[in-house]
Antibody, heavy 118, light 108 residues
Framework: QVQLMESGGGVVQPGRSLRLSCAAS????????MHWVRQAPGKGLEWVAV????????YYGDSVKGRFTISRDNSKNTLYLQMNSLRVEDTAVYFC???????????WGQGTLVTVSS | DIQMTQSPSSLSASVGDRVTITCQAS??????LNWYQQKPGKAPKLLIY???NLETGVPSKFSGSGSGTDFTFTISSLQPEDIATYYC??????????FGPGTKVDLK
């Protein structure tokens, strides 16, 4: 069955960087667009970024544009999120998700918690 | 940017009740709307896509309707396992996705 497993979360100081990974199995990873979605503690879902199946296009939410970079390695079936200049308000559980026809988020990982605090 | 609103923000209902949640878009999004269920501590799960299509394996007690700016999500007979937060999500301005703020459903 499809599994998406995030890793790389932790506690980091404001202004520092962190890289999240999402390891995929059970699907032909190179065929799927991939997304990051986050959820601040006690809050709703916020879409963060998307990368095309081949890595050719990337788009970001306004709150992370210019600070976060989404990337993928199809040879390793892995999605990444490089987060720079982290802010306290970036504190959240970060989920990776695969899309279907670019329109729905079909499979989700269980999330990894990022805490930005001094 | 397209803004999504949901109402109510929370509700309490009894087992067996019919539960209805509404989602409104700030502009016409045709039927480009999905519904997700999220239980505490878990990842969201897709229930309804394209406003009214039931995802494979999802019980038929869940349904969705609407088009344009106004959408409805219904649970025909609430069960304890349906306690969760429900989110709508639009994809009219791909590749950007926008979620509604969520509706928390619990038992009375």
């Amino acid at each position: 069955q499809v599994q998406l497993m995030e890793s790389g979360g932790g506690v980091v100081q404001p202004g520092r960087s962190l890289r999240l990974s999402c390891a995929a199995s059970g699907l032909t990873f190179r065929n799927y667009g991939m997304h990051w979605v986050r959820q601040a503690p006690g809050k709703g879902l916020e879409w963060v970024a998307v990368i095309w199946y081949d890595g050719s296009n990337k788009y970001y939410g306004d709150s992370v544009k210019g600070r976060f970079t989404i990337s993928r390695d199809n040879s390793k079936n892995t999605l990444y999120l490089q987060m720079n200049s982290l802010r306290v308000e970036d504190t959240a559980v970060y989920f990776c998700a695969s899309d279907r026809r670019s329109k729905v988020l079909e499979y989700w990982g269980q999330g990894t918690l990022v805490t930005v605090s001094s | 940017d397209i803004q999504m609103t949901q109402s109510p923000s929370s509700l309490s209902a009894s087992v067996g009740d019919r539960v209805t949640i509404t989602c409104q878009a700030s502009q016409d999004i045709k039927n480009y709307l999905n519904w997700y269920q999220q239980k505490p501590g878990k990842a969201p799960k897709l229930l309804i896509y394209d406003a009214s299509n039931l995802e494979t394996g999802v019980p038929s007690k869940f349904s969705g309707s609407g088009s344009g700016t106004d959408f409805t999500f219904t649970i025909s007979s609430l069960q304890p396992e349906d306690i969760a937060t429900y989110y709508c999500q639009q994809y009219n301005n791909l590749p950007i996705f926008t979620f509604g703020p969520g509706t928390k459903v619990d038992l009375k």
